[in-house]
């Protein structure tokens, strides 16, 4: 099996306000074949810090029917050791839907790196304002 490179996504939700806006565009990108779901899991961690994982399936239906008919190999993959790690980040009474997909797109190119002998030695994601600033100065010309 060729798989292209995962990455994991933890979208927090301060006062637990998890409206389920971002499931029509994950949708989208499943059925465009640009990303596979792996895993996708909650963590809730209420005003006393108490934390609760919740697993897609084990969610409210009225929760989970935004993620219904979402394609992907769902479950198993965040460890409770991750989830410890994910909640001591969050904000009490606060949620976080905890998200790994594979880059589907990419999984050509990590092939052929691969078959050449390639290494991935440094991958890092560049935060879209900084590169916004990079763009706009640089647009600017020099000062």
Known sequence: MTIGPVEYVVIAFPGN?????????????VQNGTVRIIDLTFVK???DGTVTQIE????????SS?????D????????????????????PDSS?????WENTWAAPIAQAVRRAGGLLVAHERIPAPVVERA?????AGPT
């Open 135 to 139: 763009m706009e100065a640089a647009a």
């Open 17 to 29: 306000r998890f409206s389920g806006e971002i499931a029509p565009e994950l949708r989208r990108l």
């Open 66 to 70: 935004v993620f219904e008919d979402i």
């Open 72 to 91: 992907g190999e769902i479950g198993g993959l965040f460890s409770a050791e991750d989830v410890a790690l994910i909640a001591e980040e969050l904000v």
């Open 56 to 63: 897609l399936q084990s969610l409210d239906p009225d929760e």
């Open 96 to 100: 976080a839907a905890v998200l790994a």
């Open 45 to 47: 961690k209420a005003a």
